[in-house]
């Protein structure tokens, strides 16, 4: 398609889109400046302002404070968010693999079952879990959540690798066979190593969500003192009154971890993205 | 097959298939089974309860008995759907086509990704904060422009926060729907929209008559993947207004979520799940066609 001429037509575009841009920015503009303003200020002049003693405390309120024991919340989090990002994708990657490279008579039912795994609402999932926890004494530990995480992300993750390693020719797997070479070390000595970029974009999302969510981590974590960030943050919202300074910290915080990985990675990730709503 | 293949088969589905029957398939079949368990016998009598005696359709009929809304859960589902996928659709597929005009365009993209990348829970303050009237970014414009319903914070009045709860998810869900259309926009091939220029069409005639039905099989996944989206949506929902307030703006995960944690009435905490997930199935199935229609290709 044809580049941007500079005619007022495309001037007025820009002018639109970037307008639009930055409103869509400034409430995380506005949490920025609140997060290092005094809250009095801010009910003073507004968070757009510019004046006024800018400082960290609210920053170290929220991590010093024990009562918001964010500090632990911000632990508990990366603990849950690493280990169920890592344990599911060597689960998955094999399962893809199998849905790949292997024949076998129930691929299609494995495969369907997989998609509709991955359409199901965390909802269905919770009730009996929450019992079998009580029994087996898992409820309000983090191992019974990094287990429920890891097992919610192997169909997607599956699913994913598979739209990947669809698009890998497989002449030289054939290859590796005749070379007499195992199954396994197939998996192990090309397969992984080839799908690293869906690997990372896997691991990426993963991280993301587990770090995200908020619902298993209410119902499976429900005494405080195991809370993850979510859950903190939620706390330090407060029943009527709102502190916007302190929660805009907290809020800052909490979207760090998340943020950094997807910078960091962006293009993986949002191909990743695509590949999960477009292929198939 | 060969035994040795055998083995590896089973090398490799074992332990992620143990891990999804204990995980998934069990719960799952232990949800709908306690579902249909009501004082230890086998009935629909929560699924009975749970629409028409509890909040999911009560409020269909309190709507007229009050000045405010608190329509019901299912009926707060169907309003967020029909709201959210035109408006994601269209937005989405607009600014998508607009990039292409415009300086920048990757960062803007990006911008417009981060909903997809934070908490729900930061998203929900945010949202709560957009439609703070001290404070806030909407009140104040409706301020200016002199309309005080408008002016006050949207998220603790019946009138308004449902509304506000489904604008704030259309900003969060936009980053999804503009990413997967610029890369549907990507593979439409230039020559195509280079031969209707040729010929004489205008800007909006190759929109129009190139663009939008070239994109019809994104449109038709952008669909399916919002409704699903919204019909689980619980974090903003429980950390902007809790379903209040009066139930106004409550959904049917909130529902279950209030019977399994608030009530500890697991069986009907277990029928919503089910209604919910029976509605998933909907747009899932449709999915999952198209899902094993393209590998048959």
Known sequence: MSKARISLKGVLLNLIVWVFTILWLLPFIALLIMSVKPYTEVILHGWWSLGGNYSLKNYLEVLMNPSYNFLQGIENSLIISITSTVIPIFFAAMVAYSLTYLSFRYKTLLFTMILFFMSIPQQMVVIPLFNLYVKLGLNNTLTGLILLHSAWGIPWIAFFLRNYLKLIPLSFVEAARVDGASEMSIFLRILLPISIPALIAASAIQFTWVWGDFFYAMIFLPSPDLYVVTQRLALLKGEYHIDWGLLSAGAILAMIPPLAIYLAFKKYYVRGFVGWGLKG | ?297
């Open chain 2, 1 to 297: 097959m060969n035994k040795e293949s055998k083995i590896d088969l089973l090398l490799f589905l074992l332990p992620p298939l143990v891990v999804l029957s204990i995980f998934v398939i069990y719960p799952i079949i232990g949800t709908v089974v306690l579902s249909f368990i009501s004082k230890g016998t086998f009935s629909l009598s929560n699924y009975y309860e749970v629409l028409t005696e509890s909040i999911p359709l009560k409020a269909l009929i309190l709507t007229k008995l009050e000045p405010t809304p608190p329509w019901g859960a299912l009926i707060h589902n169907a309003v967020w759907i029909l709201i959210s996928v035109p408006a994601v659709v269209l937005l989405g597929m607009i600014l998508a086509y607009v990039l292409r005009y415009v300086f920048g365009s990757s960062f803007v993209l990006g911008t417009v990704f981060l909903g997809m990348v934070l908490p729900g829970v930061v998203s929900g303050l945010v949202i709560r904060f957009m439609f703070d009237d001290s404070i806030g970014i909407f009140p104040r414009i409706f301020a200016v422009l002199g309309v005080p319903m408008l002016s006050k914070t949207w998220t603790i009045y019946p009138q308004t926060a449902l509304l506000a709860l489904i604008l704030g998810s259309i900003w969060l869900w936009l980053g999804f729907s503009v990413t997967l259309y610029s890369a549907g926009l990507d593979s439409i091939p230039s020559s195509m929209i280079e031969s209707a220029l040729v010929d004489g069409a205008s800007q909006w005639q190759i929109f129009a008559k190139i663009i939008v039905p070239q994109l019809r099989p994104v449109t038709t996944v952008v669909i399916l993947m919002t409704v699903m989206w919204v019909l689980k949506i619980f974090d903003i929902v429980y950390v902007v207004t809790g379903g209040g307030p009066g139930g106004s703006s409550t959904v049917l995960a909130m529902i279950m979520y209030m019977y399994f944690a608030s009530s500890l009435e697991y069986h009907k905490a277990a029928a919503v799940a089910v209604i919910l997930a029976l509605l998933t199935l909907i747009p899932a199935y449709w999915y999952i066609r198209i899902v094993l229609k393209g590998e048959r290709e």
